[in-house]
């Protein structure tokens, strides 16, 4: 063999064997990046959301001619959110698109927000404000998530080189394609894709507090607590991760319209949190009404006072991820502009939120029947 | 840009080499050298731009400098001696500015109790090696062994790229010819043929081999704080085999390259593994920093001419300089330290006449060399000692479950079964990686040895595409990967 022959043949034939597996993910596109999912079998969707959501935000609000006008943002208290009951309620022919993550921090959320965002195709926006917004130190990464940056790049080339040349993607895409995959990542219903309640109520997580034992357990570590609404009404909170993560993102699409809601925490959780993170977490509340005042497009919605939710533990299955009907509640004053926070009301709101947290020396556990 | 990179494999190299030769093609043979400097300073520039002036001035200072002392181009009234003096400190200075000054600073504040503040300085990449290039060509040039060399070609000496970062250390001597010879100016498909062929060897050294026993020792070395018998030997072997895959994996790939622009890089190392004492493992091991310790070290400070006892200091310090010339830190001196009593105690020995059974010298020399490892790895003297405790069985002997049932009748001596914490190291795979690395170091030919009798084949042909395409697979496809799946861990 000649040498010119040689060094043809290894160039050649080495790098033709090594883009097969990239050209197998490119085909089969398991997070439909590029292109609709192509398999054997029905499309499916991957549970590992941080990948998923640019998939999907591609697919339907890129690529799709469908009316994907709305868009659930947030973490794991909006993921049991169901689009389908978003578009009949809305009931105006659009369709809604969930991007919630689990433990998404605000960094993450920016930038998954920033891509949903510029198709243009977005009129309005659900998205929770949980804990991580509230403190400025909070580490941008959820150490149990790696958000996938560069699958967010615009960088084309750094975007495939993660993609395609992915051994994980390489194995999930022949998996896709024949239809036999790991159940536990992927899902076929993506109207319940990373819909947990289901799951947490097979596994009687929410039954936890029915014991007289787990309850005393509750009781034991609340907190003697008189919160006074002087207090920090006068302080001056500095909330970094929402005016870099939140209000700026507002600012920049003033057509799109921003629905923010407070989780409804358990009262419980109030009167076993920390003293000086509780005035964070009330005055957060006078924070956005102000902000809801200067921008037109921010609505501000509150919970905190529907006494039948926070003040039953029923409707939790820790300090504050509530059940999916609560879900469903927060759904239809959002879209009714009901339990709006604004100046007008959110002193009196605030008073009556302390003085629930400050009266609850109890917890109870009743059964709702729904 | 590491040689195991993607933006160097797929983009650096062949960009280089295309443009390198179009250049050649159209007769453009200064203009392709200032591109292949360019090239190479911009590789120098991909880690951290500021240190590039750095290279610049030293490659400027050190030109004029050798060219002053040769008398060749500029014709100086100083002592020339004392020219070599300044010019052997400046280049000790920057070096030991960059790389010993927080190492003294920390040693005089715990010896005199003082709070001087440590410098924290990057170490600029390369340093080592372009400073030992430099002093070797001023002390040829006061020698006059030097020609009157072009300064494209000298600074193409100091920053061609292949040798730029890791070595080998090469020698103007053997460089500067081969840039000035218009026979390597053209495309010469057997150097790319053997050059691909090589490369594909490292890389598969140092991606597949190494990066697969580093695991280990970290692991050993960082991660725990307590190791068994066989946990502390798994991990000094890892290291011993880490290392010298990843370097001679890394030298290789260097040759590989180099060979694709018709340049040959000296070769670093010879099966140092196969070494039957430990003079015969510093011929084989790192053999171009060997050469210049011996010209430019032991031989100036008189080698083995000025009596027995001298001769072994020489030898003994130039070992504790080697060691230091590694890393700034006391692991390194005693690592250093531990090769030249082994030295001293190899030439004792040769003088007395002695021989000894080869398998024995064999195991004598690899265990040794395996153990003084231990110190040039270890980050503290802690680490080491670690290590050594758990090796020399002071930590206990624990087995494996399979074992532990076969060898029950040994618990009484402290021989225990692994308890689920303390299993660390996957001992079925770790074992056969042993045995196959092993056999291979021992049994096998060199790549350098592969190299020189390489003729294109069919088998050469497969054996280069799947070196090449299981090294590809781990750099593109395994580094990328879906987080672990943690089912909604909030």
């Known amino acids: 063999m000649k040498n010119k022959l040689f060094v043809k043949l290894t160039l050649i034939i080495t790098l033709s064997i090594l883009i097969i597996p990239a050209l197998i993910v490119f085909i089969v596109d398991p997070i439909q990046l590029y292109h609709d999912q192509i398999s054997l079998k029905k499309e499916k969707f991957f549970q590992q959301q941080r990948h998923q959501n640019i998939g999907l935000i591609n697919k339907f609000l890129k690529r799709s001619d469908e009316k994907y006008n709305n868009i659930i943002m947030g973490t794991s208290m909006s993921e049991n959110f169901r689009p389908s009951k978003f578009e009949k309620a809305l009931n105006n022919n659009e369709k809604v698109l969930k991007l919630t993550m689990s433990g998404g921090r605000p960094l993450e959320q920016y930038t998954l927000i920033e891509k949903a965002l510029e198709t243009g195709k977005v009129k309005k926006v659900f998205w929770d404000l949980h804990t991580y917004y509230l403190y400025s130190k909070i580490s941008q990464k959820d150490k149990n998530h790696d958000f996938p940056y560069k699958l967010y790049s615009d960088n084309l080339f ?6 395609l040349f992915n051994r994980d993607y390489v194995k999930n895409s022949i998996d896709v394609y024949k239809g036999k995959v790991n159940w536990g990542e992927w899902t076929e219903n993506l109207d319940k894709l990373n819909f947990w309640e289901d799951k947490d109520i097979k596994r009687k997580i929410f039954r936890k507090y029915h014991s007289e034992k787990n309850l005393k357990k509750l009781n034991d570590k609340i907190l003697n607590r008189e919160v006074s609404f002087d207090e920090f009404w006068q302080k001056n909170y500095n909330y970094s991760n929402i005016e870099k993560y939140v209000i700026n993102v507002i600012k920049k699409y003033p057509d799109v319209e921003f629905n923010i809601y407070f989780p409804p925490y358990s009262t419980w959780f109030y009167r076993t949190v920390k003293y000086q993170d509780l005035g964070r977490f009330l005055y957060v509340r006078k924070f956005m009404a102000e902000k809801s005042s200067q921008l037109q497009n921010l609505k501000v919605f509150g919970f905190d006072n529907e006494y ?4 039953n533990i029923y409707n939790y299955k820790d300090y504050g991820h509530f059940r999916s009907y ?18 007008a009301n959110v002193e009196s709101y605030l008073k009556n939120m302390i003085d629930n947290i400050n009266n609850y020396d109890e917890i109870y556990f009743k059964e709702i029947k729904k | 840009m590491l040689f195991n990179s993607i933006e160097f494999i797929f983009v650096f190299l062949p960009f280089t080499f295309f443009v390198y030769f179009l250049l050649l093609n159209k007769r453009l043979v200064v203009g392709s050298k200032a591109f292949l400097v360019f090239a190479s300073l911009f590789f120098y520039s991909w880690w951290n731009i500021v240190y590039l002036p750095l290279i610049l001035s030293s490659m400027l200072f050190n030109y004029v400098l050798g060219n002053s002392l040769n008398g ?8 020339k001696k004392l020219l070599l003096v300044i010019g052997i400190i400046l280049n000790l200075s920057l070096l030991g500015y960059f790389k010993y000054a927080d190492f003294f600073i920390s040693n005089i504040n715990f010896a005199l109790s003082s709070q001087i503040e440590l410098l924290k300085l990057a170490l600029p990449l390369a340093i080592s090696f372009f400073t030992f290039q430099q002093i070797a060509y001023l002390v040829d040039s006061y020698r006059k062994e030097t020609k009157e060399y072009d300064f494209l070609n000298y600074a ?3 920053t061609f790229f292949p040798q730029l970062i890791a070595g080998p250390i090469v ?3 053997e460089m500067m010819p081969q840039f000035a010879n218009v026979k390597n100016k053209l495309i010469n498909y057997k150097n790319i043929a053997v050059g691909i062929f090589i490369f594909s060897i490292g890389l598969f050294k140092k991606v597949v081999i190494a990066d697969t026993f580093a695991v280990w020792a970290t692991k050993g070395f960082d991660k725990l704080d307590y190791l068994s018998f066989f946990e502390a030997w798994a991990t000094s072997l890892s290291y011993t085999f880490q290392l010298y895959f990843d370097f001679s994996g890394y030298c290789d790939m260097a040759i590989g390259a180099a060979l694709l ?21 510093w011929r084989r091991w790192h053999i171009t920093l060997s050469r210049f310790m011996r010209d430019y070290i032991y031989i100036p400070l008189g080698g083995n001419r000025l009596g027995k006892g001298r001769g072994y200091f020489n ?4 070992a504790v300089i080697s060691g230091f010339w590694h890393g700034a830190g006391w692991t390194f001196i005693i690592w250093g330290a531990m090769h030249g009593f082994a030295l001293v105690i190899h030439r004792f020995w040769k003088e007395l006449g002695f021989e000894m059974n080869k398998i024995l010298a064999w195991f004598i020399t690899f265990n040794f060399v395996n153990i003084a490892w231990v110190f040039f790895r270890a980050k503290e003297w802690e680490d080491a000692v670690k290590i050594l405790k758990g090796m020399f069985g002071l930590n206990g002997v624990v087995l494996n479950d399979r074992f532990a049932i076969i060898f029950n009748y040994l618990t009484n001596i402290k021989v225990t079964s692994f308890v689920e914490k303390s299993y660390k190291f996957n001992f079925d795979i770790t074992i056969i990686w042993y045995i196959l690395i092993t056999f291979y170091i021992l049994k096998f030919k060199n790549s350098v040895e592969l190299k020189d009798s390489f003729n294109p084949s069919l088998k050469i042909l497969s054996g280069t595409v799947i070196l090449m395409l299981i090294s590809l697979f781990y750099i593109l496809y395994m580094q990328n990967r879906v987080s672990e799946f943690l089912y909604f861990d909030f």
């Open chain 2, 315 to 318: 030898l003994f310090i130039v």
């Open chain 1, 308 to 311: 039948d939710i926070v003040n």
């Open chain 2, 261 to 281: 622009f018709n340049i040959r890089l000296p070769i670093n190392f010879n099966s140092p593994y196969k070494a039957l004492d430990i003079q015969d493992f």
């Open chain 1, 158 to 163: 750094t975007q495939g080189l993660f993609y």
């Open chain 1, 326 to 343: 609560i879900n469903d509640f927060i759904m239809e004053n959002m879209i009714n502009d009901r339990n709006q926070l604004n100046l």
């Open chain 2, 72 to 79: 060749s181009k500029y014709n100086v009234k100083v002592s």
């Open chain 2, 171 to 173: 020698h103007h001597k």
């Open chain 2, 156 to 158: 193409l000496f100091v």
